[in-house]
């Protein structure tokens, strides 16, 4: 008779660390003392370009993080009246935030979400959360090349050169290399870009630091040993989940409040799951969680 053996390992990490990181990151604490969490909805054409997003920047307090700001921002592109919609939402709705928070609903353009928002969070060292993060960081790109790692390294702003015309990447922003490992797990990263000119030859330039992307799908993957969904993440914790909607591409009430609980329910997701880490006696942050080796 034939018997099916089963082998537990695990892994040990002898290589060196991976580009972007730094020597800060042995001493950070294990959760963020912040959190941007952000969602996108897109066109439902083959390219599926951005219409509209909306983030919530959170902060970890009594061990749960909290909504301080709530916002949506749109692509440059979008038509008039696609833009009009979204700012009745805004000036007719409150902000879903903390009472010392803000409790107007910000508006921004993508290009002002990266710069304002994107770049704020990563300066201050607070995790990147989505739900399936190579989806929405890939969504918020202007352009991409291929990284050194195999994967895709993804330019978040770019400028015109006045003389030729040609669009080139903004080099004092970081890029985001993504390499996906398989349909769970991606190794996602931020390259360290200067954030400003020398002024002088010798002069030293500030870096950006390295970005802290945390991926709820793949945290559970690693918890649980099962692959979940959104929604059927949420079913398991027993969180409010997706709205019962299927999405068009458009920009309408229906796909802003889709998007809108869509974050609300990765916030919930996300500290339900911190609760459940936290269980475990692990040194390493929820974002050097890969799979259930790792745990």
Known sequence: ?????????????????????????????????????????????????????????????????AALEEGIFHDEELKAK????????????????????YNRIRLYSRSKFIHEVLGIAIQARAFIVCFNCGFDLSRIAVDWEN???????????????????????NKFLPRIVIKALNSKTAIIHSTRAPMSEPREE???VKL??????????????????????????CREFE???????KPSGCVNLEEIKYCRQDVRSTVGLLNVVKQEFDLHPIAPGPDRMFSPASV
């Open 1 to 65: 008779m034939n018997n099916d053996i089963y082998v537990r390992a695990h892994t040990v990490r002898v290589d060196a660390k991976p580009s972007g990181s730094n020597k800060n990151e042995k001493s950070e604490p294990k959760w963020s003392d912040y959190a941007l969490v952000f969602d996108c909805e897109s066109r439902i054409t083959a390219d599926q370009t951005l219409t509209f997003g909306f983030w919530r920047f959170c902060e970890l307090r009594n061990g749960e993080y």
């Open 208 to 233: 950006w630091p390295a970005a802290r992307f945390l991926d709820v799908r793949t945290l559970l993957w690693a918890l649980r040993n099962r692959s979940y969904s959104l929604k059927t993440g």
């Open 202 to 204: 010798n002069d030293k």
């Open 82 to 101: 696609e833009i009009g919609i979204l700012r009745k939402f805004v000036r007719s709705r409150k902000a879903d935030t903390t009472e010392d928070g």
């Open 239 to 245: 969180i409010p989940g997706k709205l019962d909607h």
């Open 147 to 169: 990284a050194r790692n195999g994967g895709w390294s993804l330019i978040l702003s770019q400028w015109r050169n006045p003389k030729t015309g040609e669009l080139k990447a």
